[in-house]
């Protein structure tokens, strides 16, 4: 079983330190972070906002990940444990 409990800090420093992620500004307890796509890439910009909690719910993993363009949750929760 993958693991799926993550801090916003974990999700937010894999997101930026290896997901080519850049931080816009921060909203309160929440950071606010933009994807730009390639120049060869034919996708819109993404943008990701991460709450600063020391345990994130399933559910807003679910969202994070849908926001950054993961296509499987599963492997997208890997990635977040394996770079973290």
Do not use: K
């Not at 990701?48 to 399933?58: A, E, T």
């Amino acid at each position: 079983m993958t693991r799926r409990d993550f801090s916003g800090e974990e999700i937010y420093r894999v997101l930026v330190n290896v997901g080519g992620v850049q931080h816009v500004r921060t909203t309160g307890d929440h950071l606010i972070l933009r994807w730009e796509p390639p120049a060869d890439h034919d996708s819109a910009p993404r943008v990701v906002s991460v709450p600063l909690h020391d345990s994130v719910s399933i559910g807003t993993l679910r969202a994070i990940a849908d926001s950054a363009g993961a296509a499987d949750f599963d492997a997208f929760c890997e990635w977040i444990a394996e770079n973290s």
